[in-house]
């Protein structure tokens, strides 16, 4: 068995995630789900299996909760990593045109630290 490696990569704030998997239908990778955990409101919340998206973001555009959905198009040629003290582990980082020097976890999306 082969495994693909993915050139996109879904992230989902469970806490503005309300669950009505608009985004599992639209996803024409199939690589999202509906989650057996509630976020803090109720909800069962759309989650990533974590391997086959194509990076091109439908789901972003499904979505009617602004902000619930983040699609990292070139997921296979970022890189850098770095230790997250929100997450408790080594995630990829990224940053913004706006604030170059601040790198920002994909897990949770959080700022973490600068990079200088």
């Known amino acids: 068995m082969t495994v693909s490696k993915s050139r996109g990569h879904v992230v989902i704030s469970t806490e503005e995630c309300k669950g009505c998997e608009l985004c599992i239908e639209a996803?024409?990778?199939d690589v999202l789900?509906?989650?057996?955990?509630?976020?803090t409101h109720g909800y069962h919340t759309s989650?990533?299996?974590?391997?086959?998206?194509?990076?091109?973001?439908?789901c972003f555009y499904a979505c009617p909760e602004p902000g619930a959905i983040t699609v990292f198009k070139r997921w296979d040629q970022m890189?850098?990593?770095?230790?997250?003290?929100?997450?408790?582990?080594?995630?990829?980082?990224?940053?913004?045109?706006?604030?170059p020097h601040l790198?920002?976890?994909?897990?949770c999306m959080k700022p973490i630290k600068d990079s200088q």
């Not at 789900?33 to 976020?39: A, P, R, T």
């Not at 989650?47 to 439908?58: E, F, P």
């Not at 890189?79 to 706006?98: F, I, L, N, R």
């Not at 790198?103 to 897990?107: A, F, P, R, S, V």
């Open 103 to 107: 790198l920002i976890c994909t897990n």
């Open 27 to 29: 996803c024409p990778a």
């Open 79 to 99: 890189t850098e990593m770095a230790d997250c003290p929100h997450c408790g582990g080594e995630y990829k980082v990224y940053s913004t045109e706006d604030e």
């Open 47 to 58: 989650a990533y299996k974590g391997q086959g998206c194509t990076g091109c973001g439908i």
């Open 33 to 39: 789900i509906l989650s057996d955990k509630f976020n």
